[in-house]
């Protein structure tokens, strides 16, 4: 079993819905969680970060976790075609452990 | 965000060549960076994990003489993929974790290298 399940996807949603991409992990020790966007052929960008379950918003983002699921979630409100890239679940131990990403495809 | 600099965002040489990449942190300190490879498509793979001072640690399967990573300062690391040959051609990306301890990695633009 993987430490980190995420559907690879792909996604496509019309402009200005809501988009749910979610992950699973499997060690209860995993404490951070991170989502992380990439871009065609650049580094990931740091989007979200979050320490505890609960819910953490920034702008259109708001990152999820409930660690007595094991599950993260991050929801994008008002998707627009500058959104379309792939998006990468992460978590930390003693590394950071990803997933393999969803590829996500915003229609305008 | 703290920024991450990866140098060059493109090689292309011969089989047989050495390349390097360079890994800069500009503004904050990194004891330790992360060297990763992507194939398309695909997620991001763990190469090796460079700390300041000291050795390169090297996941499962990866050729530590034919990565070589050095980290000798705490604003740079290199990656050079010796004798490179066509199957080494990927998107390299590095990552830096700062001193203070914080859990958040900052990723480079990533390196796309080309072996003919």
């Known amino acids: 079993q993987k430490e980190v399940e995420q559907d690879p996807g792909p996604l496509s949603v019309p402009e200005g819905a809501i988009v749910s991409l979610n992950c699973t992990y499997s060690?209860?020790?995993?404490?951070?969680f991170m989502w992380y966007r990439q871009y065609s052929r650049k580094g990931p960008e740091l989007l979200m970060y979050?320490?505890?379950?609960g819910n953490k918003e920034d702008g259109r983002f708001t990152a999820q976790v409930d660690k007595s699921s094991k599950y993260i979630s991050l929801f994008i409100r008002d998707s627009q075609p500058s959104d379309s890239a792939t998006y990468l679940c992460?978590?930390?131990?003693?590394?950071?452990?990803f997933g393999t990403g969803t590829r996500l495809t915003i229609i305008p | 965000g703290a920024v991450v600099s990866q140098h060059p965002s493109w090689v292309i040489c011969k089989s047989g060549t050495s390349v390097k990449i360079e890994c800069r942190s500009l503004?904050?300190?990194?004891?330790?960076m992360f060297w990763y490879r992507q194939f398309p498509k695909q997620s991001l793979m763990l190469m090796a994990t460079?700390?300041?001072?000291?050795?390169?640690?090297?996941e499962q399967g990866v050729e530590k003489d034919k990565f070589l990573i050095n980290h000798a300062s705490l604003t740079l690391s290199t990656l050079t993929v010796t004798s490179a040959h066509p199957e080494d051609s990927s998107f390299y990306i590095c990552?830096?974790?700062?001193?203070?301890?914080?859990?958040?990695?900052?990723f480079g633009s990533g390196t796309q290298l080309s072996v003919l």
């Open positions: 990552s830096a974790r700062d001193v203070q301890g914080h859990e958040k990695l900052f």
């Open positions: 060690n209860s020790a995993f404490q951070y």
């Open positions: 979050t320490y505890s379950s």
């Open positions: 992460a978590t930390v131990n003693e590394k950071l452990t």
């Open positions: 503004d904050f300190q990194a004891t330790t």
């Open positions: 460079s700390n300041e001072g000291s050795k390169a640690t090297y």
